[in-house]
């Protein structure tokens, strides 16, 4: 392109910018003609000619003011175009440039090149921010996979635990990979659980299902009156009432709740040694954790416009409906966080399942109990139920290190389906936490 032809367009351009701010002078003067007749005329009705006048100069000022927006737009384009054009042709200059140049020019260009750009402020900023976000990226890939490791190394050290012969736990060059594959510890952790009842997991998951629902109602109900139904002075306080019992710890309360649950029945239903203790607790928001949960349906319920209780209202709809039709259906959220925290830890729960005697057939033995027999009844499962392989291993079964190597094995089969669950539901479940608005008191 010459210089010619840049100046020829450069006077084009400053040519139709004149032109377009003609226009707009022009169309700003007939928006005023049409303001001082709209003004003239305030006192007066129009005829119909003269509205149509009116209305016929108006759509002539936008549609004249839009031609010169696109006109104007078109220039700006063509200017980047240009001026990516003049880029270009820089660029292709330098390249020459550089082809004609011996090595010691050629180098010598590109450090007093390399010199101007780290002294460019422009520049200097840029590499300033991208060092930044390469070294947050770095930190927080080295703090997850921190996190990840040490997550992660119990169930990978379980897994090896399960996989290998009882006979490699003896041998120091086994760590990680099993010198001989077998799933024979496998077979004697579920042996090991299913000692006290062959129902023993249907039992865990009876009693969490069962558990789950309760405590959502309950601390549903509980969350809605602290966050709606307000009595003055005593709603904050029965509240942080509530919000302490969460530092009290289990220990403290022991003998207290075993005497109580001893001494008076519930109905006529004896609580010591009976499911229904859990069941009973739960209902009456004593149960696992169920401070937690209060806390987060109040949260939730707080969140809610108070247009939708307002509009129920309205339509005749009491406390109890505006609760079970209006604010439950929109807690799903706050619903599917708080159901996995209350199975997930009543699954788990070992204080409350020793507390109330389900170690006794005939109760409910569930698989945390289990878990915790003592080493005689290991001992005893030897004798019963695998003579043959107590010979075979000899004097290795009587090693606490096999014992251990059983207790992770039966460890990683109490958390299995909990982590097969994980993988069906986790996307509910992290949906659900952000929803639940846990801000603030």
């Given at each position: 392109?010459?210089?010619?032809?840049?100046?020829?367009?450069e006077?084009?351009?400053?040519?139709e910018?004149?032109?377009?701010?003609?226009q707009?002078?022009?169309?700003?003067?007939?928006?005023?003609?049409?303001?001082?007749?709209?003004?003239?005329?305030?006192?007066?009705?129009?005829?119909?000619q003269?509205?149509?006048?009116?209305?016929?100069?108006?759509?002539?000022?936008?549609?004249?003011?839009?031609?010169?927006?696109?006109?104007?737009?078109?220039?700006?384009?063509?200017?980047?175009?240009?001026?990516?054009?003049?880029?270009?042709?820089?660029?292709?200059?330098?390249?020459?440039?550089?082809?004609?140049?011996?090595?010691?020019?050629?180098?010598?260009y590109?450090?007093?090149?390399?010199?101007?750009?780290?002294?460019?402020?422009?520049?200097?900023?840029?590499?300033?921010?991208?060092?930044?976000?390469?070294?947050?990226?770095?930190?927080?890939?080295?703090?997850?996979?921190?996190?990840?490791?040490?997550i992660?190394?119990?169930?990978?050290?379980?897994?090896?635990?399960?996989?290998?012969?009882?006979?490699?736990?003896?041998?120091p060059?086994?760590?990680?990979?099993?010198?001989?594959?077998?799933?024979?510890?496998?077979?004697?952790?579920?042996k090991?659980?299913?000692?006290?009842?062959?129902?023993?997991?249907?039992?865990?998951?009876?009693?969490?299902?069962?558990?789950?629902?309760?405590?959502?109602?309950?601390?549903?109900?509980?969350?809605?009156?602290?966050?709606?139904?307000?009595?003055?002075?005593?709603?904050?306080?029965?509240?942080?009432?509530?919000?302490i019992?969460?530092?009290?710890?289990?220990?403290?309360?022991?003998?207290?709740?075993?005497?109580?649950?001893?001494?008076?029945p519930?109905?006529?239903?004896?609580?010591?040694?009976?499911?229904?203790?859990?069941?009973?607790?739960?209902?009456?928001?004593?149960?696992?954790?169920?401070?937690?949960?209060?806390?987060l349906f109040?949260?939730?319920?707080?969140?809610?416009?108070?247009?939708?209780?307002?509009?129920?209202?309205?339509?005749?709809?009491?406390?109890?409906?505006?609760?079970?039709?209006?604010?439950?259906?929109?807690?799903?959220?706050?619903?599917?966080?708080?159901?996995?925290?209350?199975?997930v830890?009543?699954?788990?729960?070992?204080?409350?399942?020793?507390?109330?005697?389900?170690?006794?057939?005939?109760?409910?033995?569930v698989?945390?109990?289990?878990?915790?027999?003592?080493?005689e009844?290991?001992?005893?499962?030897?004798?019963?139920?695998?003579?043959?392989?107590?010979?075979?291993?000899?004097?290795?079964?009587?090693?606490?290190?096999?014992?251990?190597?059983?207790?992770?094995?039966?460890?990683?089969?109490?958390?299995?389906?909990?982590?097969?669950?994980?993988?069906?539901?986790?996307?509910?479940?992290?949906?659900s936490?952000?929803?639940?608005?846990?801000?603030?008191?």
């Amino acid at each position: 392109m010459t210089n010619k032809n840049k100046e020829e367009k450069e006077k084009i351009a400053i040519t139709e910018q004149e032109n377009i701010q003609e226009q707009e002078v022009s169309n700003e003067e007939n928006l005023e003609d049409a303001n001082d007749v709209n003004e003239a005329t305030t006192s007066d009705e129009l005829t119909p000619q003269e509205k149509e006048e009116l209305a016929k100069a108006e759509r002539d000022a936008y549609i004249t003011k839009l031609c010169a927006e696109r006109a104007l737009q078109q220039i700006l384009d063509e200017d980047e175009d240009s001026a990516l054009t003049r880029k270009e042709e820089t660029q292709e200059t330098v390249e020459l440039a550089l082809d004609n140049m011996t090595v010691g020019q050629e180098i010598k260009y590109r450090i007093a090149k390399a010199k101007s750009d780290w002294h460019d402020p422009t520049l200097r900023m840029v590499r300033s921010r991208k060092t930044l976000q390469i070294l947050g990226a770095i930190f927080r890939t080295f703090i997850l996979i921190g996190l990840c490791f040490v997550i992660i190394l119990p169930i990978l050290e379980k897994i090896s635990y399960a996989c290998r012969y009882p006979t490699d736990i003896t041998r120091p060059e086994v760590v990680w990979i099993p010198a001989e594959w077998s799933v024979l510890n496998i077979q004697i952790a579920y042996k090991y659980l299913t000692l006290e009842s062959n129902n023993v997991f249907l039992n865990t998951v009876f009693l969490s299902t069962v558990t789950m629902f309760i405590q959502i109602m309950a601390t549903a109900v509980a969350g809605y009156a602290f966050a709606r139904l307000k009595v003055k002075y005593f709603s904050n306080i029965f509240f942080y009432t509530v919000i302490i019992t969460l530092i009290v710890p289990n220990e403290a309360l022991n003998i207290a709740r075993k005497i109580l649950y001893v001494e008076l029945p519930f109905f006529g239903i004896q609580l010591m040694n009976n499911m229904f203790a859990i069941f009973i607790m739960s209902a009456f928001g004593m149960g696992l954790r169920s401070a937690i949960f209060i806390y987060l349906f109040r949260q939730f319920f707080r969140g809610v416009p108070i247009e939708l209780e307002e509009s129920a209202e309205i339509d005749g709809a009491g406390v109890i409906r505006t609760f079970w039709s209006v604010m439950l259906p929109n807690a799903r959220g706050a619903i599917i966080t708080v159901g996995l925290f209350s199975f997930v830890w009543q699954y788990n729960d070992y204080y409350f399942a020793t507390l109330f005697g389900f170690r006794d057939k005939k109760v409910l033995p569930v698989l945390t109990t289990a878990l915790a027999s003592s080493a005689e009844s290991f001992n005893s499962l030897f004798e019963t139920s695998f003579r043959s392989l107590s010979q075979e291993l000899g004097k290795i079964t009587e090693d606490r290190m096999f014992y251990g190597l059983i207790l992770n094995t039966a460890a990683l089969l109490m958390m299995l389906p909990l982590i097969i669950a994980y993988f069906f539901v986790q996307r509910q479940f992290v949906e659900s936490i952000e929803r639940t608005g846990i801000t603030g008191m």
